[in-house]
């Protein structure tokens, strides 16, 4: 199986914090949501702390399709895992409803080029960037977690020093 397929559809997702609260949510995140989300059939390129804002936890979801999309949500959310541990992961939160739904312009994620530093730039920069995306014109089709529609977006990552830098944990496919 090719992970590019995931880059169909593609949510940045970045979480306000309690400050201080970060590495809880990213210790929970890493231990009781990844796999399950992954089983749903969602695929997980990169979880980020963003060293310029530290109360900022950034991810990246992705799916095949916005019907993959939609029963990946639904099966995550209304399955096991988020039941038994939501309120701990929404207790670190202050906001969690800066999203961006997005689809490629350019796929690379799943091959990124050498580097030891990722940069997301918004908007995009696609001169030096190995994957840019723009807002998905679909409609959000899993309304229980709000997108935003005050776009449209683009959004690159590259490894040259442009936009924000991304740290990525210890789970992160994306270095």
């Known amino acids: ?8 559809v593609l ?6 914090l309690h400050p201080g ?8 995140f890493e231990r009781e949501f990844v796999d399950p989300q992954e089983e749903a ?3 997980l390129f990169g979880l980020f702390r963003v060293p310029a804002s530290p109360d900022e936890f950034l991810w990246l979801r992705g799916f095949r399709s916005m019907e993959a999309r939609k029963e990946a949500l639904e099966a995550f959310y209304f ?5 038994a541990h939501r309120e701990a992961a929404n207790a670190t939160m202050i906001d969690s409803d800066n999203v961006l739904l ?3 312009v350019l796929r690379g994620l799943t091959s990124p080029p050498p580097g030891s530093e990722l940069y997301l730039s918004l908007p995009a920069q696609p001169s030096d960037a190995f994957a840019v995306f723009e807002t998905e014109p679909s409609p959000n089709n899993f309304p229980q977690l709000p997108v935003r529609s005050d ?15 991304l ?4 789970r992160s496919l994306l270095r």
Not at 11 to 16: A, F, I, Q, S, V
Not at 21 to 27: A, H, T
Not at 79 to 83: D, E, L, M, T, V
Not at 151 to 161: A, I, K, L
């Open 1 to 8: 199986m090719t992970f590019t397929e995931y880059e169909t």
């Open 11 to 16: 949510e940045l997702r970045r979480y306000t």
């Open 21 to 28: 609260r970060r590495d809880e949510l990213i210790e929970l």
């Open 41 to 43: 059939g969602a695929h």
């Open 79 to 83: 399955g096991p895992a988020w039941k």
């Open 102 to 104: 997005l689809r490629p």
């Open 151 to 165: 776009g449209p977006f683009s959004v690159s990552f590259s490894r040259e020093p442009a936009g924000e830098l």
């Open 167 to 170: 740290e990525p944990t210890a």
